[in-house]
């Protein structure tokens, strides 16, 4: 059996600071798009699309909005809590080659979509996969993937021209990098401490 796939696993990171002034390859981004959009979806609906953005000044206006947002979080820590947020860098908009806005249609499909009659959000399920079939195709790729989430969905509707219908779930910093972390940033940081396997398992019953 091979352990490639799990080393994947393993050696993926949510990178902030360690990207370099590199391009990133087009065959290389093209190939790691294509393992997103090989995510499985609910009832074939592939409810997610990429905005791949590389214009400076775009990407500029995201990551003030992103400062901004970082700013008024801090504002609302007190203590102990704040001083392990200082050091925390929350985005690597401008470090990256690009980013990766993905979205997720939730009426893609229908009305009648196969599988989600009773669990609509299946569909932003499905979008949540093609973020983790990119992540980890993008790591399998020597290359670096940061997540960012403080952003207000509006303001990203309005700066890519994304549709009203359209959920903005995530813009993805992708791009070469220096390194790895062998320790997650919010580990290093203390900001919460991993929780083992065996807390997280449960047999026949939840609790048990």
Do not use: K
Request: with cysteine.
């Amino acid at each position: 059996m091979s352990r490639d796939l799990y080393d994947v696993i393993a050696r993926r990171r949510d990178v902030r600071t360690e990207f370099v002034d590199e391009p990133l390859d087009d065959d290389v981004l093209w190939r790691v798009l294509d393992a997103a959009h090989r995510a499985p979806s609910v009832g074939l609906t592939q409810p997610w699309d990429f905005v791949v953005v590389r214009d400076r000044a775009v990407r500029s206006r995201f990551a003030e909005h992103v400062a901004q947002q970082r700013r008024a979080f801090a504002e609302g820590l007190d203590g102990e809590r704040a001083e392990r947020f200082g050091p925390i860098t929350v985005q690597g908009v401008l470090g990256a080659a690009a980013g990766i806005v993905v979205t997720n249609d939730p009426g893609r499909g229908g009305p009648h979509v196969l599988g989600a009659d009773t669990i609509p959000d299946t569909l932003l399920y499905s979008t949540c996969l093609a973020v983790q079939n990119l992540w980890l195709a993008a790591t399998a790729e020597g290359l670096g993937v940061g997540w960012v989430s403080f952003f207000r969905e509006p303001f990203l509707r309005e700066l890519l021209g994304i549709p009203e219908r359209l959920r903005p779930v995530a813009w993805l910093c992708v791009g070469p990098v220096s390194h790895l972390e062998e320790v997650p940033d919010l580990e290093r940081h203390r900001w919460r401490a991993r929780r083992p396997l065996a807390e997280a398992v449960h047999r026949e019953r939840f609790g048990s």
